[in-house]
């Protein structure tokens, strides 16, 4: 955007405000819906209407109080890291360059920590980091609920919600740079589930995720990167953030409407295509832009510190001395089949025996044949693959086809939506960021579908009363992969296994497997994206005692064995029960299956702005 | 689990000595080309449905990049296999062994087809498998 057409949005926009500033309490509000505000002086507004676009149903019955739930626990967690933050000695600064000593780190830790549970970074003083991400569940979705239904949690401005499940942040801070391997024709690191942060910037894929949520308009809205600037000048913690970044904070003049700005959710028609609404001189803005990456290099030192990234499970202890922390017979038959017939460490690097061996045997073993490796295994090569996973008709994104009280429509295509990860990314396409390289474009036919290769450290971490994600439990029910579909570790790996056994000869969507199959048992619907689909997996020939072995094995990837994890007794919440005498989805295998609901028939095609963008998608098109 | 601990107690003492950077042992780099790939098993059908075909093979784990692509060379005539259906797999540099399964979803019903099966890298470069002409008939 050049300087003239800024100036001409800004102007448009200073308009706007004036005709609809109303009192330093309230939000900025479309000139639709303007009328219909009351004129009472400084007194606090109702807050806008909630946006119900969902047909029953969708939402979960306990939505409100959960979400009371979770804000409570955010509150209690930041309570603790204040009391952490002043519990600790002060740092002394000293050397050339200059070094915080002996506490320096640890403050910068726990500044990311206090940071990650502040509430004040929304517009409405609602949304954490930690609400959609809590330690309990190693870092990811803490509604069990949400996770049975909607997939997405809905961020500042109820009840706007995203598409992808909470991603488990856990070991995200490994992930390289976003980098094009020309030998191996694919991409490796980035953060999110489409890489989309790449790290091009500040050189860590991490920070540069930290700097999405806070301006995302499903999450936490703010609709300026400075509005962090400006609510971290009023921050209790305002002090520890000056002793490790300076205090050139205090310095910027923020024009007087950037309350109602910042109270305002990103995408509101009143920004227009404005992305920086507040009014800042050009060296306040680069003060803000400087605040903006120091939030997000504390967030990361937080995400990095073993207070998240623990290394603390049954695994690491088993590696460091096996003798004395054996697996069991189960855990360690698991193990085998993750790195032999199940072979899941060839995307899930288990950091042994990555020395590569060609082989001259003659039969299929699956033995170790290489040198160990990796003490600190983070279990995924950091690339991606199409997973072939169907769509879940369930997902929050599909309903948000009408515009909000502000005039805001997440996504304006309904169920002609689709989900291309990676390929999406590359073409900047809806949904994603722009690419920050052109030269990537060309590969997001081959990159259609892929989604990035978690790790599979703490995909079972739960809280200590509900001791597993599997029913009938007492479980905490978690959803798995990026769009949530699969609901337990079993049917996780039953998907791997057999994903090409139960599929295609039905060619159906979610909700429609023929009478007489069980959805996700004997019958997997198609695949989303059926473009890049991997064949590594989809028919592992594994029995179910081997099925429940690998499920055994993922459990010993949990943190909190060698020591305890920390804020993991912050759950509040209950677990969830069933009985098989009455239920009959009541097992590992059919948990959650009382929850599905059938895909549109037909299903409207992929949206032109999605799948219709050169480079096309190919060599078939999305249907 | 015998065999498994001598290995283990060796990672421990020389893991931190030999990497000082964990992430770069996480990343698989391309590694040396096995000098002759032999099929040990297959080709053969392993579903042939309306929708979806799938032909399957083991063959010696080829190395090169662990990014490989399994490649069946198709047509009707045995003579003319000139069309191509191509799909990703991860290599596991660990495995002696490599199981390749390749989709097709472009087939004609009820027609018999003759097919080679290959493997290659990402860039195109065949591991130079060789493998007997084979046919199947769509349903």
């Not at chain 1, 680069?286 to 903006?292: F, G, L, P, R, T």
């Not at chain 1, 030192?301 to 017979?329: G, I, R």
């Not at chain 1, 290489?370 to 690339?383: E, N």
Request: with cysteine.
């Amino acid at each position: 955007m050049n300087r003239r057409k800024l100036i001409a949005l800004s102007a448009v926009f200073v308009t706007a405000v004036a005709a609809l500033l109303i009192s330093s309490q309230t939000v900025l509000v479309s000139a639709r819906n303007g009328g219909a505000r009351g004129q009472n002086g400084d007194r606090e507004e109702p807050p806008p209407p909630f946006y119900n676009p969902y047909p029953t149903g969708i939402l979960p019955a306990d939505l409100n109080s959960e979400i009371a739930r979770v804000l409570r626990e955010v509150d209690n967690i930041e309570f603790e890291a204040l009391a952490q933050l002043r519990a600790l000695p002060s740092p002394t600064l000293t050397n050339q360059p200059p070094i915080l000593a002996h506490t320096g780190q640890r403050l910068n830790v726990l500044l990311g920590k206090v940071m990650n549970f502040d509430k004040n970074i929304s517009p409405f003083k609602d949304r954490a980091c930690g609400f959609c991400h809590m330690p309990y569940v190693g870092f990811s979705g803490p509604i069990p609920s949400v996770n049975l239904t909607m997939v997405a949690y809905p961020g500042s401005f109820q009840f706007r919600a995203g598409k992808r499940t909470a991603q488990r942040y856990t070991y995200s801070p490994s992930f390289p740079v976003l980098n094009y391997n020309e030998t191996q024709a694919a991409f490796f690191g980035g953060n999110f589930w489409d890489s989309r942060a790449t790290g091009y910037k500040l050189g860590s894929p991490d920070e540069e995720q930290a700097q999405g949520p806070p301006v995302d308009t499903q999450e936490h809205m703010l609709p300026d990167t400075a509005c962090i600037a400006f609510r971290l000048q009023t921050a209790v913690y305002k002090p520890f953030f000056i002793e490790v970044w300076g205090d050139a904070i205090d310095t910027i003049k923020f024009p007087h409407n950037t309350e109602e700005i910042c109270g305002t959710p990103g995408g509101a028609s009143v920004f227009g295509t404005n992305t920086m609404p507040i009014k800042l001189s050009s060296a306040d803005r680069s003060i803000a832009n400087d605040v903006y990456d120091h939030w997000a290099q504390s967030i990361d030192q937080y995400e990095t510190s073993p207070d998240v990234s623990a290394f603390s499970s049954k695994f690491d202890a088993f590696l460091h001395d096996p003798a004395t922390n054996p697996l069991t017979a189960d855990e360690m038959a698991g193990y085998n089949l993750f790195r032999g017939k199940a072979n899941c460490n060839s995307c899930h690097l288990d950091g042994r025996s990555t020395a590569p061996t060609p082989a001259t045997g003659t039969a299929p073993n699956g033995e170790d044949t290489g040198a160990a490796a990796d003490t600190r295994p983070v279990f995924t090569c950091f690339g991606s693959a199409n997973l072939g996973l169907p769509l879940n008709p369930r997902d929050a994104i599909y309903y948000q086809d009408k515009p909000d009280f502000f005039g805001f429509t997440a996504n304006p295509f309904g169920f002609g939506f689709r989900d291309l990860g990676l390929g999406a990314f590359l073409r900047s396409g809806p949904g994603s960021w722009a690419s920050p390289n052109d030269t990537w474009t060309q590969f997001a036919p081959t990159s259609d579908g892929q989604m990035q290769t978690s790790s599979a450290r703490n995909v079972a971490l739960v809280p200590p009363q509900c001791p597993t994600t599997e029913a009938p439990g007492p479980y905490f029910q978690k959803e798995f992969f990026h769009n949530g579909y699969i609901k337990s570790l079993k049917q996780l790996v039953h998907f791997y296994n057999t994903r090409d056994v139960f599929a295609f000869q039905f060619n159906v969507t979610s909700g429609h497997c023929p009478t007489g199959t069980t959805e996700k048992v004997d019958c997997w619907p198609m695949p989303e994206v059926p473009n890049n689909i991997d064949m590594t997996i989809g028919k592992l020939g594994l029995s179910d005692t081997e099925e429940n072995q690998i499920v055994a094995f993922l459990q010993t990837l949990s943190d909190g064995f060698t020591r305890p994890y920390p804020d993991i007794n912050t759950f509040t919440g209950m677990c969830t029960t069933c009985n098989p005498a009455t239920d009959p989805n009541c097992s590992s295998s059919r948990q959650g299956n009382n929850f599905l609901i059938p895909t549109p028939s037909p299903l409207p095609p992929c949206a032109s702005v999605i799948c219709g963008v050169a480079p096309l998608p190919g060599p078939k098109p999305i249907p | 689990m015998n065999r498994l601990l001598p290995t283990l107690a060796i990672t421990v003492l020389t893991g931190g000595l030999l990497l000082s950077n964990p992430i770069s042992a996480q990343f698989v780099p391309s590694a040396k080309k096995a000098a002759h790939v032999r099929i040990l098993k297959g080709p053969e059908l392993e579903s042939a449905t309306e929708n979806l075909t799938i032909i399957r093979w083991t063959s010696d784990n080829p190395g090169g990049s662990p990014e490989h692509f399994g490649v069946v060379h198709y047509g009707t005539d045995p003579k003319n296999l000139s069309q191509t259906a191509k799909s990703h797999i991860r290599l596991n540099p660990t495995h002696s062994y490599t199981v390749f399964r390749v989709r097709m979803d472009n087939l004609k019903p009820r027609t018999r087809y003759y097919y080679t099966v290959d493997s290659m890298e990402p860039n195109g470069r065949s591991d130079g498998v060789t493998s007997p002409i084979k046919t199947f008939t769509t349903p």
